[in-house]
């Protein structure tokens, strides 16, 4: 099983909102970033956990837990000229861009701020905590999990 971490804007797509989704599940669309995309497309598999994070809130931070319950394909989004995520490059032949259904699987007890986790020993090399860094799909260690679920109260799962 790999991990990952999932960004999301809170007033666009919350934990909350994920939660209330039904079969509490949804596609995760939109990402237009083409490292994003491969790590969507060809590296996220059933079973694959992910930490949700709400990303340009107040606060920033880890607010639950999700898992991957459908592999990468074609994100539908590009192809309609009515959605915000509308790309006319991309055609249903040949798409540009790749998507993975999600389920909450927990709301953490509390939001792990970005400020504190970036003083949490053992997560100096996070993805999320390096200067510059923006993916919105982005890997976590297996040991950083750990680490973050322990520092959470939750079980590593």
């Given amino acids: 099983m790999n991990h990952w971490l999932l960004k999301s804007e809170q ?6 909102d994920l939660l209330r989704a039904p079969r509490r ?14 790590t969507l497309r060809d590296l996220m598999k059933m079973g694959d956990r992910c930490f949700f994070y709400h990303s340009n809130s107040d606060p920033t931070g880890i607010a639950g ?11 539908h989004t590009a192809f ?21 259904d999600v389920k909450a699987v927990a709301a953490l007890p509390r939001i792990l701020t970005l400020e504190e986790l970036k003083r949490v020993k053992g997560l100096e090399r996070m993805v999320l905590l ?19 679920c322990r520092h959470a109260g939750v079980p590593a799962v």
Avoid at 130 to 148: C, D, F, H, N, Y
Wanted: charged residues 30%.
């Fill in 11 to 16: 007033d666009v797509f919350s934990f909350d």
């Fill in 25 to 38: 599940t949804t596609h995760w669309d939109g990402v237009r970033n083409y490292q994003a995309r491969n």
């Fill in 65 to 75: 837990i999700c898992e991957v319950v459908k592999e990468g394909y074609p994100d």
């Fill in 80 to 100: 309609d000229p009515r959605d915000p995520h509308h790309d006319p490059k991309s055609v249903r032949e040949a798409p540009t861009w790749f998507m993975v």
């Fill in 130 to 148: 390096q200067r510059g860094s923006r993916l919105s799909v982005q890997p976590v260690t297996a040991k950083e999990w750990a680490i973050i």
